[in-house]
């Protein structure tokens, strides 16, 4: 099954249990968690169903394409489920039946996990889910986010899906997986991955990032004020992204790390303050058309 | 009585594997106590639990409570009668427990007559009580941390999904939010869902086992090794038996079976540490070593359930290893390349605790602590040169490539060390210390084999509790972010197990003497009470009696070695005649004088004993024996000069238990004493020759233990209440 192939038959999955089909967020993010459909949506009564794709972006990670299993820009594939329904692991186990994996054959394991994001203020209980040893997916309860308790519960299922395309297609390095359309992973990425990794260790513009951080900031904070929620959050996850581009540059030090971590979280929880304000101020229009399983 | 057995089982999603046992435990005690409470008969508990089921089987329970009969009282009979005319109160009695008044009688109690009224109560069935006690009983689980599911409106370890609860052949009305309890399990994770439906409660395990799940947590450890066993032979090899892996794996599968995969034979180059860390920390897998104990390229992993072509799982988990192998050995050159020295320099730029500087400076600490501690034992032999050098590179796998990694290779701290330095040509003693200064890692771990490794051990955690606490990391309640009572207590049985005789409090100032920027006056006290407060714990472990503890560390004593010997020798004469003696003894010697009287000095004993000895009167409370008129007088302070020198020589050999038999030993004498001697005579000089002696005698008791402190049989029941 091509790469292509098995994140259709993902989403198709997750269509069939009423998700919403989302598309990825258009700007950086460290992860599927960081888009709005999941930090925002989580917050508050409303029900939500929704499954994407998340082109992630840990700079840190970069390898410049050499190393096999490594690459600072990775697909998830994030499904969250509020509530969650009560048959939740079977819905997982057979979403993997649905892209091939024989669970007769092979071993799935829930191995515990606290799950915490410092910069998001948000943490969750689960378990990372084992594919014959290796973990393939992030499967996690949140409990609170943005410094907030949740109330229904969200289930979040990441999966990792260069790990489980390669592990299916028997592939050793990343760069050979078939993506489908006649290319592989490294036909669409090899030249980004070199390029960013040199981007992110070596060329980024310290002073520049520094200030984007600062200014981005600055940016966030004023338009939470002024309630314009969607706009303010995005600068939330541009600063975030500038503190990993900074990072992975080596410019932050040691004893640096927890502040800037403290401003990013900061910022997440008054986006989750204005979110939930918006969201009560428009009487919460979800719940009322929520019948029961999905979003309507 | 019909009985029935009663079976209930809590369907759960994966629970960490950590929590089963303990949550067990708990809830078969809660259910016992119940049934208990309850006068609900029934045979011994039965436990079942896997990560995804926690049941319990009472076998033989009874169906309904017996019947009793019940008193209950009324008003006062004072109050229920005015002028022979039933008032209000005794009508208002008999119409709450709806009953005329006649059926009512008198009972006589100590506080008087009252009015009361005797009735049967017909006994509840078992089922009612369950259903009302159980979900209580669920939801009251301890966990080291809960979570919420769906609506919230419940909290366990991970979302409780189904409920079986059975009396007999009967489902049990029980329901735990949205859940109701039916007769139905859940099988082993598998492509399709397995129900089980079980018939009675006592075919729970039978039914289970026919599904392919062992509910028994004993018979399946027992299935994991076997199988493991049986699976490393097959590969010509031998399992390394861990018995924490097994206990683990024992909760990772519901059905163990083994399955053998093999590595490179090349990554045998690694440490052996580093291969079985890859294989068990993070994948589980069970190492295999050859007839001569060396390792094999193989492993050992457990599956839950048969498969029937198990060759892709094989290779799936070979590979994983693989990976996590490859990157051990890309961490293992990266660090050789960089050298022991180098990992050392990094240090310095490597921050400890915002405020405390570096590790590189730390280091630098433990040096000089350690070289003070080596030098406070002249009597014992000390490398000083390989101390000094363990002291200056004991941290620098902190910065190696294989611990910054953040993952399974962090619990190889301090091992990695002593690889780094072997592979360097290190002489082995010498590397050894590097490995040794981190143990004991925790509760039951070994400790350091040389004298220069538990001297460094010591002055790491000494070093880190005096930082950690003065940067704010102090223990409060349930934090303990740095885990400083922990370390606290590896100081005690680093200083207890080798039986090095040093003294808490000069410890204390020795790692103080490292932070110039606070005063130890200023701290000393605290953290002396800390580690006081950890010793009375572990002393309590040891069965001694909180007041036994108090009495010896209120002595003034700090050497850790000397305060347990004491409290060792002090609990374990009580219940014998002489501990009554030597009590008594002590506090009618010391109950004369205002406690103001006898300084603390408890250094100062051996000296006095040593005067005893020699007939001398010992300072500061010179007395002069040609004074002494009486005879009881002269009896006791001959007795006392008597036992001085064996005394001087029990105490300085520890032999306390002995010590205090010789103190109680003069108990005769003391009687005599105070029977025979009138202290607070007019005559001044005479007075006061006798309360010096006196206070001489208090001292020497003193310094053994503050026997006021200790509480004699029968004192606890007479103490005035408050």
């Avoid at chain 2, 009953?99 to 009252?114: D, F, I, K, N, W």
């Avoid at chain 2, 704010?472 to 080798?498: H, I, M, N, V, W």
């Amino acid at each position: 099954m091509t790469y292509q192939d098995m994140i259709l038959r993902l989403a198709q999955f997750w269509s069939a249990q009423g998700c919403a089909l989302l598309q990825p967020y258009n700007s950086e993010v460290g992860a599927g968690t960081f888009n709005p459909a999941t930090f925002l949506r989580v917050l508050g009564p409303e029900p939500w169903r929704a499954a994407y794709v998340e082109p992630s972006r840990r700079p840190k990670d970069g390898r410049y394409g050499e190393n096999p299993n490594r690459v600072q820009q990775f697909d998830q594939f994030q499904v969250v489920l509020k509530p969650e329904p009560p048959d939740i692991q079977d819905l997982y186990l057979a979403s993997l039946a649905h892209i091939g994996v024989d669970l007769d054959r092979h071993e799935i394991r829930f191995v515990e996990d606290d799950w915490e994001s410092p910069t998001l203020g948000a943490a969750g209980l689960g378990w990372e889910v084992w594919l014959d040893g290796m973990e393939i997916t992030q499967f996690t309860y949140f409990q609170s986010v943005g410094g907030y308790e949740l109330k229904p519960i969200t289930a979040e299922l990441t999966y990792g899906l260069l790990r489980i395309a390669m592990y299916l297609q028997g592939v050793d390095h990343v760069m050979n997986l078939d993506w489908g359309g006649g290319l592989t992973w490294g036909d669409v990425n090899a030249a980004f991955e070199r390029d960013f990794s040199a981007f992110n260790f070596e060329q980024a513009d310290v002073a520049l990032h520094f200030e984007l951080f600062t200014r981005f900031e600055g940016e966030a904070q004023r338009l939470l004020e002024a309630g314009l929620v969607a706009p303010g959050y995005d600068y939330v996850i541009k600063c975030s992204h500038m503190f990993n581009v900074l990072e992975a540059r080596g410019a932050i030090s040691v004893s640096e790390r927890t502040g800037y971590i403290t401003r990013v979280r900061n910022l997440a929880r008054r986006a989750a303050k204005a979110y939930l304000a918006q969201r009560e101020a428009m009487g919460f229009p979800l719940l009322a058309k929520a019948t029961g399983g999905g979003n309507a | 009585m019909p009985k029935a057995d009663f079976l209930f089982e809590i369907g759960c999603e994966e629970i960490p594997v950590g929590y089963i046992e303990p949550a067990l435990a708990q809830l078969a005690g809660n259910l016992a106590a119940h049934l208990d409470v309850q006068r609900l008969g029934h045979g011994p508990l039965q436990r079942f639990a896997t990560a995804r089921r926690l049941a319990l089987l009472v076998p033989a329970l009874d169906r309904e409570q017996a019947d009793r009969e019940e008193e209950l009282t009324g008003p006062p009979l004072a109050a229920a009668y005015r002028d022979g005319q039933p008032t209000p109160a005794a009508l208002g009695f008999a119409r709450s427990q709806g009953v005329a008044l006649e059926a009512l009688h008198t009972l006589e109690t100590p506080r008087g007559s009252y009015l009361a009224l005797k009735r049967r109560v017909p006994g509840r069935p078992a089922a009612e009580l369950l259903a009302a006690e159980l979900p209580g009983l669920i939801l009251g689980l301890r966990f080291p941390k809960t979570m919420t599911w769906g609506d919230g409106s419940l909290r366990f370890a991970r979302p409780i999904r189904w409920l079986v609860a059975l009396l007999g052949e009967e489902v049990l009305p029980l329901s735990l939010g949205s859940l109701r309890a039916g007769r139905v399990s859940a099988g082993r994770r598998q492509s399709a869902a397995v129900a089980i439906s079980i018939p009675r409660a006592g075919d729970y395990a039978a039914c289970l086992r026919a599904a392919g799940v062992e509910p028994d947590p004993r018979r399946r450890r027992e299935q994991v090794l076997a199988a493991a066993r049986a699976s490393a032979a097959e590969q010509g090899g031998r399992l390394v038996e861990d018995e924490e892996l097994a206990d683990t794996v024992n909760y990772l599968s519901e059905w163990p079976v083994a399955l053998a995969g093999r590595f490179a034979p090349a990554m045998l180059a690694l440490p052996r540490a580093v291969v079985t860390t890859a294989m068990k920390a993070h994948q589980r897998y069970f190492s295999v070593e050859d007839a001569a104990g060396a390792l094999a390229p193989a492993f050992v992993v457990i599956l839950n359930g048969e498969r029937p072509e198990p060759d892709e799982l094989r290779r799936g988990n070979e590979r994983v290893l693989a990976a996590r192998l490859a990157d051990a050995r890309f961490y293992w050159e990266a660090d050789r390349r960089t050298g022991l020295a180098g990992l050392r320099q990094r240090l310095d730029s490597v921050l400890w605790i915002e405020g405390f500087g570096s590790l590189g400076q730390r280091s630098e600490r433990l040096r000089v602590l350690a070289g003070h501690l080596a030098a406070a034992l002249p009597e014992r032999t000390v490398d000083h040169e390989a101390l000094d050098w363990a002291a200056l590179h004991c941290k620098a796998d902190l910065a190696s490539e294989m611990i910054k990694d953040g993952k399974e290779f962090t619990k190889l701290l301090g091992l990695m060390g002593r690889e780094y330095a072997l592979a360097e040509g290190v002489p082995a003693a010498r590397a050894a210390l590097l490995y040794e200064h981190v143990l004991p890692r925790q509760a039951g771990d070994a400790l350091p084999a040389t004298l220069a490794g538990t001297l460094l051990a010591l002055a790491d955690r000494l070093d880190a509790i005096v930082g950690l606490w003065l940067a704010g990391f102090a223990p409060t309640g349930s934090k303990d972010p740095y885990a400083l009572r922990r370390q606290a207590l590896a100081c005690l049985r680093l200083l207890l197990e080798p039986s090095l005789p040093l003294c808490l409090s000069q410890l204390l100032d020795a790692a103080l003497a490292g932070y110039p920027q606070v005063s130890p006056a200023a701290l000393r006290p605290a953290l002396l009470d800390f580690f006081l407060g950890r010793f009375e714990g572990l002393m309590e472990e040891a069965g001694v009696a909180p007041d036994i503890f108090d009495a010896v560390v209120d002595s003034g004593e700090t050497r850790v070695l000397d305060l347990q010997a004491r409290a060792l020798a002090l609990n374990g004469l009580r219940g014998d005649a002489a501990f009554e003696r030597l009590v008594i003894g002590a506090r009618r010697v010391g109950n004369i004088l205002a406690k103001e009287e006898v300084g603390l000095a408890a250094e100062r004993a051996q000296a006095d004993l040593e005067c005893w000895a020699a007939g001398r009167a010992p300072l500061p409370y010179g007395y002069d024996p040609g004074r002494m008129v009486e005879a009881a007088e002269r009896a006791l302070h001959a007795a006392v000069a008597a036992a001085a020198p064996a005394l001087r020589d029990e105490i300085g050999e520890r032999r306390y238990g002995d010590a205090y038999r010789r103190l109680a030993g003069l108990s005769a004498s003391i009687d005599a004493y105070f029977d025979g001697v009138m202290v607070n005579v007019e005559d001044e000089a005479l007075r006061a020759n006798r309360l010096a002696f006196l206070r001489n005698l208090a001292q020497l008791f003193l310094h053994l233990a503050n026997f006021s402190r200790v509480v004699l049989e029968g004192e606890r029941e007479s103490a005035p209440e408050r």
